[in-house]
């Protein structure tokens, strides 16, 4: 590190002094950090991670979860029933998310613009802003031919005519490793860690880390800047000494979980009480298939190939994404429940094991109202996640959409990730015990990696946290740049989104601020 890399545990200061503190540093603090440090501000970017680079990751899932992730990759709702995968590193989740990118589709676009008044969310105008960072940090299709894992999706969605297509990725120079969720060791992941952050500094950008911010410092409805604690790199503070950070304007950018805690320790103004509220996640079930020859689940680009066959269904049932499922060992030793013998049957054949994912898209329903951040005890969010039988059905439904594909494409085997599953070996039996299923908290496996809204955009002062341009509705100088700004999930792996939609907001910033 230089200069401007600041471990706010050894930084003996009180005081940092800025024109513009930037709190969080994925997709959304590090693409405003580039454009805010191009128009000559002052800029500090504020993590709570540690600042790690390639020399630091040894694709170790031992290292990498503890790390690189929010609660060592154990972040769970409240109720334990969903397990919450969050970057907390320099470079936030870009730094260990598995390169998947996609545009927000048309129709949430749509739906955002009829709903919740976002007319400059349209589709032709936030087409010029996707394909300004999709050049920015090397986002196209991936080229090289998918891996076992992803192409056992290919096969079974083209035996079944099912709708499929290849994921763009922002990499590269990437050598297909596979193991992306661990952080790059080649740098060839496009994350704000290798792209818009190296690219600030050289504009004069600072980065202050192991810094958690306590709360903003608020005068006159004014927001002045914000209390920073210094914290080790496992984030528990490592003294008593706060640092006082001085600024003209401060982004949240500390996502959907850390930006409404941030806003809710700073008992900020909310008179509709908003904060927090219309909390999305993409709730994800998995499907295990067992194929006759070796898969690698762990080898080659996580995610190449996915299927939208069911993301907007004629009926009002929650659509869901089909995508492959990366497996390694310890994830996987998590994910799938089994106990004793069945669970060394799979490690036994985990060569041999083919993961798929349904990404379940949440908030588009009054049966879907999401759920809530709020603070504990100890002032340390939780998420209040509540799984209704509108899920639920929706996810028996992609249960046995996955299953049916697997088999489909030459599975022996397939395993639903769910605590009274058994292997099933035929189509038939597998669809006839998963229309049995219990399906509950605790008892089937849900996970997520994307957590959006908490601070909704809107037309509507009484149903949104911030406005159009992303300021917030009841203090002066704070804007919020991140997908908690979202009013609802997406329908897609966020992070493109976000870059969109942040370069939009910060570069109208830019202009309003100097003007």
Known sequence: MNSQSINATEFEQSVIETDVAIIGSGAGGGVSAEIFAKAGFNVLLIEEGPYLTGRDFKMKESEAYPLLY????????KDKAINILQGRNVGGSTTVNWTTCFRTPDKTLEHWQNEFGLNHLNKTEMAAWFSRMEERLNIEPWAIPANHNNNVLRQGAEKLGWNHEVIARNVKGCANLGYCGMGCPLNAKQSMLVSTIPAAKQLGARVLYQARVD?????????????????????????????????????????AIGSPAVLLRSKVPDPFERVG??????????SAGQMKYKVNGFEGAP?????DEFLWPEDETMGFKIEAAPLHPSLVATALTQFGNEHFNIFKHFPFKQGS???????????????????????YPKLDYSLNEYFWNSARKALLAMTELQFAAGAVETLPAHLDAKPYFSWNAAKNAINQLDMAELKALV???????GNAMGSDEKQSVV????????????YIFDGS???TSIGANPQLSIYGLVAKLATEAVETLQA
């Open 70 to 77: 929010q609660e060592a990759a154990a972040r769970k709702t």
């Open 215 to 255: 709360k903003l410092e608020i005068e006159n409805e004014q927001v002045k800047g914000c209390l920073i604690t210094p914290v080790g790199v496992n984030s528990k503070p490592v003294n008593n000494k706060l640092i006082k950070i001085k600024a003209k304007h401060t982004i949240l950018s500390a996502g």
């Open 277 to 286: 509220k219309r909390t999305f996640l993409h709730p994800v079930v998995v």
């Open 303 to 307: 995610q190449s190939i996915y299927s």
């Open 357 to 379: 994912l349904a990404l379940l898209r949440d908030g588009f329903s009054e049966n879907s109202q999401g759920g809530e951040v709020a603070l504990d005890k100890f002032n």
């Open 447 to 453: 996970f997520s990696a994307h957590v959006m809204g």
């Open 467 to 478: 406005d159009e341009q992303g300021k917030y509705r009841h203090l002066d100088n704070l």
């Open 485 to 487: 700004i979202f009013p």
